[in-house]
Structures are given as C-alpha cells and as structure tokens.
C-alpha cells in the first residue's frame, strides 16, 4: 500500500494551473458513446477514476487512446458488455453509462454501482427517469439488466436536485424522440459543462445551470473535440492549504465564479482572497476565526469541500459549527483530524469545531477521496511528520498532489507502507 509521508509546519507559496474537473470529465465520458465515432476529451485529469472509467468505455467496445493529457474515445462500434464487478463498484458514475448505452444499442447489463462510503447513494432518481424514458430496467443479483426498443421524451421530476441524476437523464434525453423537461434540476457546474458537450455534439439542450432543463431529443449525434473545464474542487483544495499553512497561494486557470461559497467562507474567516478573471489568490489571515459551514447543492457551500474546510477550521480561532446536509455519513476525517490534536465534536451531520493554536503530526488513514485531502492539508499545517494511509483514495481525485504541492514549498513524499510490520517502507520517489 502507498502513503504519504509530510513534513507539516511549512508555509505555502507560489502558483499552481488546476488540472480538469474529475466530475465534469466523468460525466462526459459516459455521453461520448452517444455518438458514432472518436470524440476527442482535452485537460483530462489523469486520476484513477478517469482511468477506470476509460476502461469501463472499453468493455462495451469504446477504443480509448490517451495522448498527452488528451483523450480519444472511438464509438463507432459498441456492444453489451461484462464489466468486472470490482471495476464498476469503483465508480459511482460507472452508473451515468447505462442511459446512453441503452439508447444508443438498446441492451445493457451494468453491476450495481458504488464510490466513496459517504452515505447510502441511492440511484433511485436515476432509475425514475430512466423508466419515464420508456427504458425497461431490473435488478438482480446486483447487476442492472437495461433494455429499450425506443426512448421518448418525458417531464421528470427529480425529488432531490442531484447531479448525476440530473447528467445521466439529460444525456440519455438527447437520443429519446420528443422533448424531455427535468423539473428541479441539479445546476453544477459539471452538468452545464455537460450540456455544452452535448450540444456541441449537435444535441438541443436549453436551461443547464438553471433547475429546468429541456432536451429536444432525437438528432443524430456526431462526435466532436471538447475542453473538460478545470476542477473547483482541486482548486478549492490547493487555496485551503495556502490558508492552513499560513501561506500565499495562487491557483490559476480556475472559473471564480465556480468558488464563489469557498471565497465568501474563506474571507469570513479572515483570509484575504484576491480574485483575478481566472485566477484566484488566497493569503492567510493573522488571527483567523471559525465560521458556520453548511453544505448545500450548487451554489451553496459545496458537500466536496466540507471535509478540507473542516481541516482548516480546526486551526482557526473560537468554535466552528460545519453542518453536511447532503450526505448522512461525511465524517470520515474527524476521527483521523483528533488524533492530530483537532478538537471536534460530531454530533449526526454536525460537527463542532473547537480551534486549536496548532496539529501535531501523526500516522492517519483516509477514508474517502474528500476526506483524504482534509488529511493531507492537517498534515501540512501540523507540527512535525505526518503518515497518510490509504491514499488510493486520494488518486481518484487529485492528479499529481506531490509534485503540486512539493511546487508550493511543501514537504510531501509518495512511499510504500510495508502492510505486516506497520512501519513505513523505502521512499518511492
Ligand atoms: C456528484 O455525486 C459528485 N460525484 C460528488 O462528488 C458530489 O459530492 C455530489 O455530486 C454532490 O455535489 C461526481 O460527480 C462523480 P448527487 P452524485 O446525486 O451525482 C441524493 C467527489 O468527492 N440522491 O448529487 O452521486 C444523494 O443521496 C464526489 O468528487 C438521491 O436521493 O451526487 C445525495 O443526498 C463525492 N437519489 C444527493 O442526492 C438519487 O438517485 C446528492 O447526490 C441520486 C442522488
């Protein structure tokens, strides 16, 4: 197994070019089978779930080709496939293949997805609309058995606006004949990014970034060449490790508008953030304070960030309060932060945050890929060596997190942990 061994107490400065959004990528990798041909993906981000998803595509005879951080997906001939079990459970989007798959060979057999241990994750909203596109849908043994002769467009209501459910149905959409309305839906960022490569694709979809979208279905879908948008997510990552360390960071290529809950939060605590047309710099406050975080859909506080924001507040000064309202069980970092020296209370989806004058450095282990990075940040700012376990759930979401942040003056080394012993092995690298 791999870790990471930091030594933390070093301030972070210089500038860092984000890489793409892992989401937005994910979510389009499942919409290029919905033409025949070789779509072209430029500012893939090079993380695991990318790369299992470009293996998944190549299960139901997709040829993937990656060629310096771009990506060629070849569509032309596309069958039903056995995809491993592993494999699938690995993502949660391997889920989002299924409509368009359906649409586009009218058979698909899919194992029930999985992702992060964050909350149960149904896909019950996925499966609603689906069905009102006239696809017929059974489970099991848990595997997904997905037949349609012809999809027609229907109004879907999504109970919750969510974000995969939202990509997966307006994807699907586009090749069902008749017009589709997703009512409340999700307004991230990566669903309009998906509906630009839709539409580049030749698809007819208006109101992506609102809560109605309308799909205008039927067209013949042709591939083309897309730009996957950089990811607010690792963006929002490397600002928090400028301001926990005390720093002086700039992340570039960035859309500020994406951050705009990450910006407003990390000056109420006292930081100053400057903001340029794609780029955005934070430097740490002197005497910064908690604030009340609550997790909301796009644009509020966003759920990917409540764990790394956690690890920051538990060194600011007074009591946080940080309420997860999108997941029951985001709390995989708290345990692994006290043990550092943070002081958090976890009461349900709540946690309290008492700040602390400083972490101290510890062997940790990360739970899930948000709650992984909130590690590595504590570690950072903790006086001290700290060892992060389990970091392959960090290499879902963050591609090159050693060489970035070893950029930014930061003492982070990528090592093998020797499974029996429990102790730290040779450094990799
Ligand atoms: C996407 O997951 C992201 N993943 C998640 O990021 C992110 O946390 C989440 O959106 C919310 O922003 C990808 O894009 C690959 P949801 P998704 O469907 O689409 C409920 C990361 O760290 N729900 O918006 O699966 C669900 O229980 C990952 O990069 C249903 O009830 O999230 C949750 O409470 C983790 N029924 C809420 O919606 C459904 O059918 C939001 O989930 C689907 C979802």
């Keep these: 197994m791999s870790a990471y061994h930091i030594r933390g107490g070093r301030k972070l400065h210089g500038e860092v070019d984000v890489a793409g959004s892992k989401n937005a990528a994910l979510a389009i990798m499942s919409a290029v089978v919905l033409a025949e041909?070789?779509?072209?993906?430029?500012?893939?981000?090079?993380?695991?779930?990318?790369?299992?998803?470009?293996?998944?595509?190549?299960?139901?005879?997709?040829?993937?080709?990656?060629?310096?951080?771009?990506?060629?997906?070849?569509?032309?001939?596309?069958?039903?496939?056995?995809?491993?079990?592993?494999m699938v459970r690995s993502i949660r989007t391997?889920?989002?293949?299924?409509?368009?798959?359906?649409?586009?060979?009218?058979?698909?057999?899919?194992?029930?997805?999985?992702?992060?241990?964050?909350?149960?994750?149904?896909?019950?909203?996925?499966?609603?609309?689906l069905?009102?596109?006239?696809?017929?849908?059974?489970?099991?043994?848990?595997?997904?058995?997905?037949?349609?002769?012809?999809?027609r467009g229907s109004e879907i209501y999504l109970d919750v606006p969510s974000a995969g459910a939202t990509q997966h149905l307006m994807a699907t959409a586009t090749l069902a004949k008749g017009i589709t309305v997703i009512q409340n839906a999700a307004i991230e960022p990566e669903v309009t990014a998906l509906a630009e490569f839709l539409n580049r694709m030749g698809a007819n979809v208006e109101g992506a970034g609102t809560s109605t979208i309308t799909i205008q279905g039927g067209a013949k879908l042709e591939p083309c060449g897309f730009t996957i948008p950089s990811d607010r997510l690792q963006a929002g990552t490397y600002l928090l490790a400028g301001a926990i360390t005390g720093g002086d960071v700039t992340v570039k290529g960035i859309i500020p508008d994406n951050q705009t809950a990450v910006i407003n939060k990390l000056r109420e605590v006292g930081a100053e953030l400057i903001e340029g047309p794609d780029w955005l710099r934070v430097k740490a406050g002197t005497n910064m304070?908690?604030?009340?975080?609550?997790?909301?859909?796009?644009?509020?506080?966003?759920?990917?960030?409540?764990?790394p924001m956690s690890?920051?507040?538990?060194?600011?000064?007074?009591?946080?309060?940080?309420?997860?309202?999108?997941?029951?069980?985001?709390?995989?970092?708290?345990?692994?932060?006290?043990?550092?020296?943070?002081?958090?209370?976890?009461?349900?989806?709540?946690?309290i945050i008492n700040g602390v004058a400083r972490l101290r450095g510890a062997t940790v282990s990360a739970s899930d890929l948000r709650a992984g990075a909130a590690l590595v940040l504590a570690g950072l700012a903790a006086e001290g060596e700290s060892f992060v376990q389990n970091i392959h759930f960090i290499d879902r979401g963050y591609d090159d997190l050693v060489g970035t942040i070893r950029s930014l003056g930061g003492d982070i080394t990528r090592i093998q942990t020797q499974e029996k012993r429990g102790k730290v092995g040779e450094t990799l690298h």
């Excluded at 293949?97 to 009218?106: D, E, Q, T």
């Excluded at 304070?289 to 764990?307: A, S």
């Design 131 to 151: 069905l009102a596109l006239g696809a017929e849908l059974e489970l099991s043994e848990g595997r997904y058995t997905v037949r349609a002769k012809e999809l």
């Design 289 to 307: 304070k908690g604030v009340r975080i609550k997790t909301m859909p796009y644009p509020g506080f966003p759920t990917d960030m409540q764990q």
């Design 311 to 351: 690890a920051f507040l538990t060194i600011c000064e007074g009591v946080s309060v940080v309420e997860e309202t999108i997941y029951e069980s985001r709390i995989g970092h708290v345990q692994e932060l006290n043990r550092m020296g943070a002081n958090i209370l976890q009461e349900g989806r709540t946690s």
């Design 37 to 86: 041909g070789t779509t072209i993906l430029h500012n893939v981000p090079n993380v695991s779930d990318t790369r299992t998803k470009a293996s998944l595509l190549e299960v139901f005879g997709a040829k993937v080709q990656w060629r310096e951080g771009s990506l060629l997906i070849d569509c032309s001939r596309l069958h039903d496939g056995e995809a491993d079990e592993e």
């Design 94 to 129: 391997s889920f989002y293949l299924l409509g368009p798959l359906v649409a586009r060979i009218g058979f698909v057999t899919l194992p029930a997805p999985g992702g992060c241990k964050i909350g149960a994750r149904p896909v019950d909203l996925h499966v609603k609309g």
